[in-house]
């Protein structure tokens, strides 16, 4: 397994790609540089939200909540208690792992059927939408605002612009190692056989209630470290964007069009979409109100039709099509 | 006394209209297994129809059904044949997806035609009220309540006792022998679609008088949706109408006797709860 995981992480696509990623975009212009970091958040979201969603096979729908208590809570506690905001970024991280843990065990506690687990799991996102919402020291509907980055690292400050580039570039980097990690670990085929069929992994002694805490934890974790940094960068902890269940229903989205379950495939969702979207706002943005997020889904539609397995499997085949020896395994 | 038997009139109303957007997803979750997202933004394009036959026509929302049930229903049947029929076999998120760039589309088109502002679509009994004793209701509620009754025991007979209804039952219960037996799967999961979509054209013009409308809601009712459908046990008729009543109980329950943040956490904690303690959804038999 670890050679597995070493010769990833040193196969030339990947050093490749990572040279890319370091060396471009700091010449980049700040709004292509935005785009960039934007892409790269959603890169972290979609890979942490994998574990869960594409390797276990549990459509979560409750990571808004991790992300918006990474979000959320820091800035609350910096603002309201004046906790620095990485032991804040720790607090939330470990709250969000402990409501992670409180649903896999509902889920395994309660058997719930895979539909049952979206629509609980949105209830969650919803309710933690109206408790936001509703608690001043949270910020209420109006959010809350961070205080200027001046780049002061010791306060969680990174310079705005190309720090937090740096900063996301390394949680997304984390992020898809540890998928590649989980995928080449026991862990992962533990996910795997309980994605594919439940009762036959309790049959052969699979320990279903640990695995599920297991994926979930650490998903919920991440995510709510990403969710810490990325508020960080927008300066402005706003309710409506991160904690409404809108930022994961997008998560998930660009997790599928990538691919469910491949340690790439999310993150080559969002690579490829967020872009886009984010392009067609700049360029029809200032047009009719709705224009960019109509062509948007229109892609949206087009490109599952038109690959409904997800985008990196068909790349895959090409690949593999190109050079008969590379393995497709799943 | 009285707020009780307010909330309880207010609750009851408006839940059977919950009940009734609920009927239109859990006959297209049994016959074709989808779960529509974009089923909220299918409700707002039926009261954004309704309101620009108004500024258009100067028609009453109960008037406009006349063009805007038709219309609905061959969005619908034309929604399904060309995206979703190709999709079906793969996998149940890839369609969940589909829907939700639906949803992305029907909002931002509504955006585009209509604008953001709120806005709302008069109708001739929009300020009337009914006063019984202590409870005032108001007349368009009390509409909704009995319209969306008779639609779904319409709709029950139409499933006991006519043709489509039977072949609808039989795809429901197991697609390959109704295959067999001669029945066109495809050409059912269509006209069902169509046919839930047609419905939610009804349940708009009932929901729209004396509700401000805009084109970012459809979330909300797909989620409320999706809770009543949920209690109902997906495809069960009279749960889910009982599970509508109950979310709109609580809701009403809900913001009368706790405070604005509680008594919204309230119909998703009854969800929740419910959904943990009886799986199965509300009723005991599963028959229809």
Known sequence: MRQEFYKTLMSPVWLVVLLLAVVVPPLLPSYYLHIVILSLVYVALASAWNIVGGMAGQISLAHSLFIGTGAMLSTALLLKLGINMWLGLV???????????????????????????????????????????????????????LPQDKGDFLAFQFGGGIGAFWVMLVLA???????????????????????????????????ILRYKVAAMVISAMLSSVIGTAYVRY???????????PIIIIEVVLFATVGGLGRAYGPAFGALLLVPLGEILRGKL????PGLHYFIYGVVVIAVILMTPRGLLPLFEKWFSRARPKAATTK | MAEFLQALAQGLLIGSTYGLLALGMGLVYGVSGVVNFSHGDFISLGMFLCLGLYSALALDPYVSLIITVPLM????????????????????????????????????????????????TPSVVESKLLILGDVVVRVPHVIAFVVSFAMA??????????????????VHQNAHAAALMGVDVSRVQTLTFALGIGILAIAA????????????????????????????????????????????????????????????????????????????????????
């Open chain 1, 91 to 145: 607090i939330s991280a470990v709250i969000s792992g402990v409501m992670g843990a409180m649903i896999a065990w509902i889920d395994f506690r309660f058997r719930l059927g895979h539909l049952s687990f979206v629509l609980i799991t949105l209830a969650f996102a919803e309710m933690g939408t109206v408790i936001v919402e509703g608690w001043d020291f949270l910020g209420g509907a109006s959010g809350l605002l």
């Open chain 2, 73 to 120: 229903t061959v969005i619908g049947g034309l929604v399904y044949w060309y995206l979703l029929r190709p999709m079906v076999g793969h996998q149940f998120l890839m369609v969940v997806q589909l829907t939700l760039g639906l949803s992305l589309v029907l909002q931002n088109g509504i955006l585009m035609v209509f604008g953001g502002q709120p806005a709302r």
């Open chain 1, 173 to 207: 980097i984390v992020s898809i190692l540890i998928n590649v990690a989980i995928l080449n670990a026991p862990l992962g085929y533990y996910l795997r056989t309980i994605r594919d069929n439940e009762n036959a992994a309790r049959a052969i002694g699979v320990n």
């Open chain 1, 234 to 244: 927008l300066t402005f902890a706003d309710p409506y964007l991160l904690v409404s």
């Open chain 2, 153 to 170: 025991i319409g709709l029950y007979i139409m499933l006991r006792s006519t043709d489509f209804g039977r072949s609808i039952r039989a």
């Open chain 2, 205 to 288: 013009a009932l929901l729209l008088p004396g509700t401000p409308i805009q084109p970012a809601q459809g979330l909300r009712y797909t989620v409320i949706t999706l809770i009543v459908v949920a209690l109902g046990g997906m495809t069960n008729f009279v749960g889910i109408m009982l599970g509508g009543l109950i979310i709109g109980l609580s809701e009403a329950y809900g913001t009368i006797y706790l405070s604005d943040t509680l008594g919204m956490l309230l119909p998703y904690g009854i969800f929740v709860l419910i959904m943990l303690f009886r799986p199965q959804g509300l009723t005991w038999s599963s028959s229809r």
């Open chain 1, 285 to 288: 943005g200032g047009t009719l």
